[in-house]
């Protein structure tokens, strides 16, 4: 395993552009874990539903709070994870929540353009001091709905959110006036490639209209000191449980035997933040 943490380059790299991407992050046998185990979940499958994107197409996903002991819970509790975040937000992080992007072919639909926090600011969290790590499990393309990020964007602030869809997405002025002063990247990705960005980072997708399908696992943190001043359907300070990297080999050697039941699901019902709501 070639990858342990971030360098302090890829730190400052995070801090600079809002977001650090780390090629071959996992390796490919542990990435086809994580993708064989998901796409024969019956229970992923089950709990999955649907956003309207307000463009005519539905994003797929299923989201938990907690992560248990199966495969989803290793990759998000791993070493080399963990570690990282911390280096990015400076101090110790729990799990927030981690969910499945289930962007299937012809029919995924698009994100629009948000940042996190402006979904978690509704939930306590009075700080930005937040971060996410998407992970490939399908290649990501231009033309199966890569994330889009616009690079220095985290440093503008949490910018007002207003309903698209069922999804709320951001100020639209503000992105226009801030794409006039600021690039737009694509980020293509291999399977097991990482991205770290931080929860005030611009980002979007397009619609899949791809052969393939573009599905990826995102896991989100908190820092610690950052604990949700009341309670929400994400979950205030919970001590982070860190496994070593060689557990995501470990979990896979039973088959993809996942207790699911370890995992905390969330209800969709419950999940308000990204449809703009406030009563969460």
């Known amino acids: 395993m070639s990858f342990s943490r971030l360098s302090p380059l890829q730190v400052n790299e995070f801090r600079a552009l809002g977001y650090t991407l780390v090629r071959g992050m996992f390796e490919p046998d542990e990435v086809e874990l994580l993708k064989k185990s998901a796409k024969e979940d019956n229970d992923l499958d089950k709990r999955s539903f649907g956003r309207a994107d307000g463009e005519g197409g539905k994003v797929r996903l ?105 999804q709320a997405g951001a100020d639209m002025e503000r992105v226009t006036a801030l794409l006039e002063r600021l690039p737009l990247e694509y980020v293509e990705m291999r399977p097991g490639d990482g991205l770290f960005f931080h929860g005030n980072l611009l980002h979007r997708s397009d619609q899949n209209r791809s052969d393939h399908p573009r599905w990826s696992m995102i896991c989100c943190y908190n820092a610690a000191r950052n604990n949700p001043y009341r309670e929400s359907h994400h979950p205030r300070y919970t001590l982070l449980d860190v496994v070593s990297d060689s557990r995501i080999r470990e979990v896979g050697v039973k088959r993809f035997a996942d207790d699911t039941s370890s995992v905390g699901w969330l209800d969709d019902q419950k999940d308000q933040s990204a449809r703009g709501l406030s009563s969460d």
């Open 62 to 166: 299923s989201l938990w709070n907690h992560p248990g002991d199966g495969i989803y819970g290793v990759f998000a509790r791993c070493e080399r994870v963990v570690r990282s975040m911390e280096m990015v937000l400076e101090g110790e992080v729990y799990h927030y929540h981690s969910k499945m992007i289930m962007k299937d072919a012809r029919i995924g639909g698009a994100w629009a353009w948000h940042q996190d926090y402006g979904y978690w600011y509704q939930n306590g969290c009075l700080y930005p001091h937040m971060a996410s790590l998407f992970i490939a499990v399908d290649p990501c393309t231009r033309e199966n709905g890569c994330l889009q990020v616009i690079p220095g964007s985290h440093e503008c602030g949490r910018i007002d959110h207003v309903l698209t869809g069922d």
